[in-house]
């Protein structure tokens, strides 16, 4: 397994582009099933998740071509249509779920692996029952047999309904508003997740012929058609990578311009560095972020749905409270198990308590370099980032998770002044 070899503390200062949003193109890829006519796919970014659903299509039938060094693809429907989607390429990626729905809206049938780190029962948090319940209220049958797969199919068209989630999810409303395209008669959604990756989901498919509309702050409401048209789209960009770069140059007096994302996304995200002492200053698509000579603490800080801050970010604004001045706290109310990589970050000589769901932070650390290895996609992030601000060397193992959700990081962070190479 690749690793990687960090030299610090270094100062981050020069140009970033952010990369497409991994989390609005999986399901953009996905809902491609829904389609007779062929789908042209911008801005895709290059991260070993995007690869896996690539293959996962192409494994059920579609046509992949690419253009522009894989960042842009048109997928074709073939007449090679199949329905098995296999536990060698969903056991890496949760989002593989999501060809569940379409398949059952678009051919009736279908048979798929339990995803990667998921559970029926919810233990793991971030249970998949919440889209079969709801897929189920549209029609679809299913059966979870030998091998942990879920044999679904549907008496015809799924039909349109008026449910509501138990629960926020973003993964399940995805599913949900794809699935409901093709369904006879009028579907409505209620406490739906508003996060921009459902958003811009709900605009490639109204690009396409979709009825989609917002009714209410969290209500969304689609109205079937019978078949969707040819499109061209480009994703939007990735609002935890630019978020991940904007801590990256807070956290060591950096100077960073970030391009390609629209700064009003991460509000949130970018009002809090403006606490830790940041001086931020955004124009259309670019980010201008400079690190203070100290980090102010953050007392208390709570992740929640859209607009609130994002779990995906927790642990990478956990590495930048390490060295603020004072103790802060996170609270984590989405993932269970969002915390795995603080052990790893107390090996660099974080001051971390971990009780229950809430992570007490003892500032004014000095980071250390150490061997450290990553237990998922933002914990790897966290890690590298702690280990361009350690003084010494540090040894990132497992990066197979970051290559799941960051394009390049390494030579975008060495193109601005850091010092990491990657070990095979």
């Known amino acids: 397994m690749d690793k990687f070899v960090i030299k610090g503390p270094s100062i981050l200062k020069g140009q970033v582009l952010i990369s497409g949003s991994k ?65 060698s390429l969903l056991k890496t990626m949760r989002a593989g779920i999501l060809v569940l729905g379409p398949l059952v809206s678009k051919y009736q049938k279908s048979i798929v692996s339990f995803p990667g780190g998921c559970v029926l029962n919810g233990n793991s948090g971030r249970p998949i029952n919440l889209h079969l319940s709801a897929l189920q209220k549209l029609g679809m049958k299913y059966k979870i047999k030998k091998g942990g797969y879920i044999y679904a199919k549907s008496n015809g068209k799924l039909k349109g309904k008026t449910l509501k989630f138990q629960t926020i999810s973003v993964g399940a409303s995805q599913h949900l508003i794809m699935s409901s395209i093709l369904s006879n008669g009028k579907t409505t959604l209620h406490n739906v997740a508003t996060e921009p990756e459902v958003v811009d989901l709900i605009n490639f498919l109204n690009s396409a012929g979709a009825n989609i509309k917002w009714v209410g702050k969290r209500i969304c409401q689609i109205i079937g058609v019978n078949s969707l048209k040819e499109t061209n789209y480009t994703v939007m960009g990735d609002r935890i990578e630019a978020g991940t770069f904007c801590v990256a140059a807070t956290l060591n007096k950096g100077n960073l311009l970030i391009k390609g994302f629209d700064p009003s996304l991460i509000k949130t995200e970018l009002d809090l560095l403006k606490k830790t002492g940041a001086k931020i200053k955004t124009v259309e698509d670019t980010i201008h972020i400079k690190g203070p000579q100290k980090i102010t603490k953050i007392k208390h800080l709570v992740t929640k749905e859209y607009s609130g801050f994002p779990t995906d970010l927790a642990p990478i604004f956990m590495v930048l409270l390490c060295k603020a001045s004072g103790r802060s706290s996170i609270t984590e109310n989405i993932f269970q198990s969002r915390f795995m990589h603080a052990m790893e970050l107390q090996r660099l000589g974080a001051k971390i308590l971990i009780k229950k769901n809430k992570a007490v932070i003892e500032g004014n650390t000095n980071f250390i370099g150490a061997e450290v290895m990553s237990s998922d996609l933002r914990a790897s992030a966290a890690l590298i980032l702690a280990g361009v601000s350690a003084k010494g060397t540090t040894v990132v193992s497992r990066i197979y998770h970051c290559d799941r959700g960051y394009e390049s990081i390494e030579k975008k962070l060495n193109k601005v002044g850091a010092s990491i190479r990657r070990l095979n």
Do not use: C, H, W
């Open 23 to 87: 989390n609005s193109a999986l399901p953009i890829l996905a809902s491609t099933l829904l389609f007779d006519k062929p789908v042209v796919i911008q801005n895709l970014p290059r991260v070993r998740d995007i690869d896996t659903m690539l293959n996962l299509l192409k494994s059920l039938g579609s046509k992949i071509e690419f253009f522009n060094n894989k960042k842009k693809v048109r997928i074709t429907k073939t007449k090679k249509q199949k329905y098995f989607a296999s536990y």
